[in-house]
Each structure stands twice: as C-alpha cells, then as structure tokens.
C-alpha cells in the first residue's frame, strides 16, 4: 500500500494564500461590478494646472445616451483615498446611479498641486475643491448623464470641498450632502441654491469634541439653522429647533425652494464608510431625494434599515487579500530559507540564554513593563511629529497626514525600549552570557561581524516582501484600486513616492532593533514542540507589543459607540487626540504583522537581522501607500 503523501506547511500556507487572494479578486470585482451590471473604470485625469487626479467612475451598464442617468461625485476625507468612498458609489451604482470618486489634490495617488486651479478659495465659499473642478469638467463631457441630477457629496475634509464646488456651480447642483461635516468655516451667506442633506452621526467623535458631547447641538448652530430656513435677519434666539429626519423647504436667493435635511446615523465619525446604519441613511437620502432607486417597501426615514447593502462583501474580499498577501510573504521567507542560499542565514541557537528566568518576577516585571510602554507612549510619541525632544523634525516628513504620527511613536517607544535593555543588560543580561551573539547581532557560527551575511539578510526581506508586493500589485491592477479594511489603507505605492522608501525605511530601524533587543530579557520558550513554542513566542510578543495598544482602542471604541461620548478627560478632548485613539486600529494592523515577522524570523534564524529587514520594507510599504504626499523629493 502506498503511503500518502503529507503537504508541507509551507506548501499550504501558499495554496491557502492564493486561495484567499482569488477568492479577494473575485468579491471585490463582483460586488464592485454588482455580477456585471456596473462598469467599472480607473481613470488619470488632468487639471487645469497639469496636475494628475486619480479617480474612479462607476457607470450602470443601462446608462446610455438615450437613458441618462444621475451623476454622483464622491471625495473622501483627510488622509484617505478615493477606494474608502466605494461602499456608496457601488450601492448608488447598482441602483442606477453613475459615481465617480478621487483623490483630492495632493492625496494619494493625486499629484501635489503645481498651480492654484484647485487650492484656490472660492470667491463665495472661502474654499477650494481639491480636484473637484476637474472631476466636473471630466463628466461634463459624458453623454449618459442627467444633468438635472448631479449630486455632490464629501466625507469630512471632503464635504467641505464639494460643498465648495456646489457654492461655486449652484444653477449646476441638484444636491449637496455632507458626511460627517459639521459645517464649521462654511460660509453664512444665502448661496445655498440647492437640496441640501448634512449627515452626523450620533457617535462621530470628531462632532462629539466640537460640541462638548452633543452631536445633535450641532444641528442647531445658528449658521446650519439659517441655512435651513433661509432666515439671515431674524436673531438667532428666533431661529426654529432642527428636527432629525424631517424634510424642510427653504427659500434660495433664487426665488426657488429647495429642501433641508439631517440625519443621524449609528455612526463614528472614522467609520462612516464602513457602517451598514450611514450607508443605508446616505442611500435613502438621495434615493428619496431624485425620486431614482428607492428600495421596495422603504416609503420614509423610518423604513432605511429595510434597505438592501451588498458592500460587505466587497470589504470581505479586501480582508482576503491583506490575509491572502500575508500568508504569501510567510510562505515565502519559509521557502527562501530552505534554499542553499538562504539557509545559511539559519544560525545555531546559543546554549545561553541571558533573559530572566522563567516563573520568576524579574520576568513578570519585564513583561508588565514592555506591555506598559507603548501604550504609555501613545499619546506622547504621535504628538511629537512636529517637536521630537524639542527639536524641529517637521521638515523631515515627506508624507503628510497620520503616517508621521506613526513614525514618531516608534522612536519615542524605541528610546525607552533601549533605556530598558540598557538596565536589564547591566542588572542582569550581562552576568548571565548577554552579549552581541546571544542577543541576536550574530552573523555566523564564529565570532566577528560578517557583513556579506547582512546583505544576504537585506536581500531576503526585500524577496520576501516584495513577493508579496508584487502579488498585491497584481491583484490591484486587475480590480483596479487598492484596499482599506476599516481605517486601514494598502495599496501599490506611487512612483512619485519610491525614494520615500529609503527615508522611512531608515526611520523605523531603532524601533524593530530595539524590540528585538528588549525582547531578549524575556527568555526563550523551550519545551521541545518547536511549532508550539514558536506560535507562543509570537503570541507573547504581539501581546506585548501591540495588545495594549488594541485595548485602548477597543475601550474608546466601546465608549463612544455605546455611550456615545468621549467623556471629559483631556486625554480625548485636546490635541485632536479622538482621531489618534481611532488611528490606533490602523497602527495594530500593520504592527502586528511586521511584528509577527520579525519575531518568527528571530526564533528561526538566531540573528535579528533577516526579520529587521522584512519588517521594515514591510513597514515602509504600509506608511508610504497611501496619504497625501507633503513634497516631491525628485
């Protein structure tokens, strides 16, 4: 009888890995496409400056010229990318709807502005559009569009530009809606000839720290209730109380009548884009609006959970393909190391082991400690991107947005990861065999720095990395954007931001060297199971590291969508910190899998080398993907 063959870890971790990444294609494109009835169509645009604008258009396949459709623009909010507007343009598309989203001026894919086309303030609104004018001038020029309906709508920073551009193109607007703007800097002036729909969750944090925890008050801000009633006379004590849901009729400089309307979705102000309770809210309100679309059975407001969603499963295909391109790049540096030329990089594990001893307090402290510190640091390192240690680092920065945020967490972390180390090491490390070798700087068997092994290591990250890079890239090509899974954004990196490469590269260098370093006072884990004591030493790490770090964000998550407060601590309430507590989730994401790798590959390999290598251009690829770009460096 035969025996049956097994299949190598190794080898399933790649099946399973193009498993998930076809299994992402064919969501995310099916969805996206509602199983053939959308096209779906990347395009470059050029503004009147030359500038590049990268965009999206959703076209229903019935759109033709003898049947036009609705037009919807869609521009996402700060430091995002046009892909975090899908849920809505798909929904809007399957419903007979055309969308088209993008990267405002400078963000992202986008081209920093050359000229002042689109960074201009408007001569009534005080704002600029940021790409708005050439998203118009692109569908002015489509022949399937009904340009009775054109709709215009912003998340956050980008309600404010569309609504710039409605200000600007009124006899043009049939309708304004505004996600998560709560109207601050729009001006208070009587050019608001169109429908108007302003959206705030009763979780949105942003609102909530504007408004001393009271979304609704914001509703009745005299500016939002002169524009709803059309009164610029009357005092403000005067002015009618805003009721959520109800349509209301105001009066324009035209002589028209044009409708008033706020909703208050479940929603945060971060998750607008990925909440069913605003997709469905933003759905009814301009379905019911155009009179186009409008589900069966939903007559009013109060039917909008009845409303049909298909976005998830176009998110589910994101989660495959960041699952699927991680699994890859595991199975990947696993196989390199079975190769002649990369086995070498597997050195013998020392028989000393200088970390604390096991089941002991000086282990527990350590452990309480380093679980303590990057969590404690938060608050401190994001708001040093500007001032690290007094010093002025903000021209250091070549991407704009959270990312140096990020950046300057890691160094304020590695400064105390290295105090930390300097103490153990004296206290402890060095009496018990610590030294270079057994701390991981080991480049061969013997003693002595072997710098040949060092590019070998470099050239092992960079194939495993970019394995998995250009499998992603693919994958992006042929859905034709990039991913985000909640506040989480990958995408293949842009050619004018490669050189960044090599800055953020060396910026996160202290960080993982001083991880791993810290991580030696910790012992290994022997019982003899290498595959379990692996799994343990990953899951300890990644505790440590990032687990206090994801509870904080969980807690503040659970108060705010629950409670729907930020409570009164300054912690939350100063400095925009509600935005950093929502960026932890970003943050742990990308951490635990740079994170993860390295960890794996110092247990595997006996050096820390190959795993500082894999987690940097990991975590350079991550940063530099998406947000606005601050300069060109070339």
Wanted: one cysteine or more.
């Amino acid at each position: 009888m035969k025996q049956k063959r097994k299949i190598g870890s190794v080898t399933l971790c790649f099946l399973l890995a193009f498993l998930f990444l076809a299994s992402s294609m064919f969501l995310i494109i099916g969805t996206d496409t509602a199983w053939g009835k959308v096209e779906v169509t990347r395009l470059n645009l050029t503004s009147a400056d030359g500038d590049q604008i990268s965009a999206m258009m959703y076209k229903p396949k019935a759109a033709q010229p003898d049947n036009k459709v609705p037009m919807v623009m869609l521009c996402h909010g700060g430091n995002d990318m046009f892909e975090q507007m899908g849920s809505y343009a798909l929904e809007l598309a399957r419903r007979g709807y055309a969308a088209i989203t993008w990267d405002y001026t400078g963000c992202h894919n986008s081209d920093i502005p050359t000229g002042t086309s689109e960074t201009a303030p408007g001569e009534v609104s005080g704002l600029p559009t940021m790409g708005a004018e050439t998203v118009w001038n692109a569908v002015k020029s489509l022949n399937f569009v009904d340009f009775d309906k054109i709709i215009c709508m912003g998340h956050s920073m980008g309600g404010q530009y569309t609504m710039a551009f409605s200000i600007a193109h009124q006899q043009e607007v049939f309708l304004q809606l505004n996600l998560g703007m709560n109207m601050y800097g729009v001006p208070e002036n009587q050019e608001h000839n169109f429908n108007f729909v302003n959206v705030l969750g009763v979780a949105d944090e942003s609102c909530l720290a504007r408004s001393e925890n009271n979304v609704s008050s914001l509703f009745q801000a005299e500016q939002i209730r002169r524009i709803f009633f059309a009164d610029y006379t009357s005092e403000a004590d005067a002015l009618p109380q805003i009721e959520i849901g109800k349509v209301y009729m105001a009066a324009g400089s035209d002589g028209e009548e044009y409708t008033r309307t706020a909703y208050m979705p479940e929603s945060c102000h971060a998750y607008y884009l990925v909440t069913n309770d605003a997709v469905k809210t933003v759905i009814y309100a301009i379905t019911s609006q155009v009179g186009i679309g409008l589900d069966a059975g939903v007559s009013s407001y109060a039917d909008h959970s009845k409303i049909s969603t298909v976005w998830q499963g176009k998110d589910v295909g994101f989660a495959l393909l960041f699952v699927g391109t991680v699994m890859l790049m595991f199975s990947i540096g696993a196989g390199l190391m079975k190769t002649s030329f990369f086995a070498g990089l597997c050195l013998s594990r020392t028989e000393v082991d200088p970390g604390f001893e096991k089941k002991t307090p000086l282990r527990y402290i350590a452990m309480a400690v380093l679980f303590i510190i990057p969590v404690a640091l938060y608050r401190v390192g994001i708001l040093a991107s500007n001032k690290f240690l007094g010093i002025d680092i903000s021209g250091l920065w070549l991407i704009g947005g959270t990312n140096n945020t990020y950046i300057s967490w890691q160094w304020t972390v590695a400064i105390a990861l290295l105090v930390f180390f300097l103490t153990y090491h004296f206290a402890w490390g060095k009496k018990h065999g610590g030294n270079l070798h057994t701390y991981g700087f080991a480049t061969a068997e013997e003693k002595g720095f072997h710098f040949a092994y060092v590019v070998r290591a470099l050239l092992f990250g960079l194939l495993t990395v970019g394995g998995g890079y250009l499998t992603f890239t693919l994958v992006c090509a042929y859905t034709k954007q990039g991913m985000h899974i909640a506040t989480f954004m990958l995408s293949p990196i842009n050619t004018n931001r490669t050189l960044c490469i090599i800055m953020y590269f060396l910026f996160q260098i202290p960080y993982f060297i001083t991880s791993s370093l810290a991580f030696k006072s910790l012992g290994n884990i022997e019982s003899g199971n290498e595959t379990k004591d692996t799994l343990k030493t990953i899951g300890r790490g990644l505790l440590i590291s990032i687990g206090g770090l994801f509870m904080l964000w969980l807690v503040f998550i659970l108060i705010l969508t629950n409670a729907h407060t930020l409570t009164s601590s300054p912690y939350f309430m100063t400095n925009r910190m509600y935005i950093y507590t929502i960026a932890i989730l970003p943050l742990c994401i990308g951490m635990t899998v740079a994170n993860a790798l390295n960890i794996y590959l110092v247990r595997k390999t006996n050096s820390i080398w190959p795993g500082l290598f894999v987690a940097l251009f990991w975590g350079s690829w991550i940063i530099i993907s998406c947000g606005g770009m601050a300069k060109y460096i070339y």
